[in-house]
């Protein structure tokens, strides 16, 4: 076998059995002549129209299993590509749908059909009302080329084009030099709607601001050659980012990395394309507000981590109002690739989890880590027969310097419901030993399938060093 067939078929291999599993394969690098890059606009079929009370509306496509992730090669079917459009709503609207490749007549509207109204539906039209901003997926055929509706607020930004601080990006394609935008203090990124800007953005300094309708892309990046994030924050404060798409991603989407008053609102972040794409990561950083978004990805939505030292803890982040979907890893990431001394203070609600494979609640410390104060609660999730739905497990893994495990202290879950599809959505809590254990996990108002959570549940695999394991009564 020639040297170069036998490194393909050996990452085929690889990837096919599951033990390539990247950490955060950040590569950077001159732009590669070659790569896979998005075709023109034009030349895209897209599944859908839409039209916003009569007036046609642009939709855009997201990439999913781009190569070497394709189904074929990792034995892993997606859905294939995807649609997606945004407009404006400051008054009860009527959105309708028309699709020659797409069935209609069936469609689910996730996460919840109840959001509308006025809804009718035929084999190559789909209509109804919204009333408020919100953001709802159609699916005509599972996650078989959905169609993302993202209806934003109405814009409260007063851009000022004179603004010697301002970065203004207009409609259009647009190539930055390197496939970077640097922004630092008191400056302001502005992505008008209709631009789709090729780059990734870098900020540090302090009160700084990323706004506008347009989408930041990485179509463009390629996977283990050359990738940046889509937006990075390091060592920064007073940070906004809000109503941007971010596309493609090849590497983590975004990370917070020691940073603090971080706000993230009405972020959309449409990946799915490569391995390593994780949604928002916030990395030693403290208070940060993430809410109003969706973020689907291949791998984990929202990872927290703690890869410093003790001097930069992961602490008071808060993530609500949003909506879910991961293909193939975890919605919710705590504890790998983090030695700080403490993640701690983090709440998750009001939150729909529309698609997930891997455990979506998995907190897995170590290195000495104390994961403790965690509040999951008003979390609506879709099942589909899914094996395991948290984990609590202080662990040593193939991240870790310091190869001894974590701690794990004072979990809440509260008003959590799984609906769909029969299965075991196991529940597990193990300690690793005495000094490294699991204590105060208090479960209020949990049901599966319709059935509350309690002491009889099929499915709890409660291990050794597990202290004060809670059911509360209703």
Known sequence: MKPLYFIQFFFILLLSTGL??????????????????EPPEGEIELDYKVSINGVEATVYEA?????????????????????????????????????????????????????????????????????????????PDGKNGPLLLFANPVEDFNLNLDDPNLIYY?????????????????????????????????????NVTVRGRGIICGNEFVWGEFSRHLIEINRSSNVDIKDVVLRGGATWSMVIRRSRNILVDNMKVVGGRAQNDDGINPVNSQDVHITNCFIRTDDDCMALKGMDDNSFNVERITVENCILWCDRARIFLLGHESRAAYMRDLIFRNIDIVHFSMTPFLLEPGEEMRLENVVFEDIRINGEGQN????????????????????????????????????????QLIGADE??????????????LGREVNEDYDYFEIGNYVYDFNILDI
């Open 170 to 206: 207009g409609p259009g394609e647009h190539h930055p030099t390197d496939a970077l935008i640097r922004l630092t203090g008191n400056q302001t990124l502005y992505i008008d709607e209709g631009a789709v800007v090729y780059a990734g953005v870098y900020i540090e300094g302090d």
């Open 20 to 37: 390539l599993n990247c950490g955060e394969n950040e590569i950077i690098m001159p732009p590669p002549g070659g790569g896979q890059t």
């Open 388 to 427: 395991e739905l948290i984990r609590l497990k202080p662990v040593v893994n193939q991240y870790m310097v310091t190869k001894v495990p974590g701690y794990i202290n004072n979990i809440t879950f509260n008003n959590i419901s799984v609906t769909g599809k029969a299965g075991p959505y196991k529940i």
């Open 435 to 448: 000094s490294h254990s699991v204590r105060n996990v208090n479960i209020d108002e949990m049901y599966i």
């Open 63 to 139: 990439r999913v299993q781009d190569p070497p992730f394709s189904k074929e090669t990792t034995n892993l079917d997606f859905g294939g590509n995807y649609s997606f459009v945004s407009f404006d709503v400051d008054e009860p609207v009527e959105v309708k749908i028309e699709s020659e490749n797409r069935l209609l007549s069936n469609a689910v509207l996730l996460p919840l059909e109840d959001n509308v109204s006025e809804l009718n539906k035929s084999d190559n039209t789909l209509s109804f009302k919204i009333q408020k901003p919100m953001q709802l997926i159609i699916e």
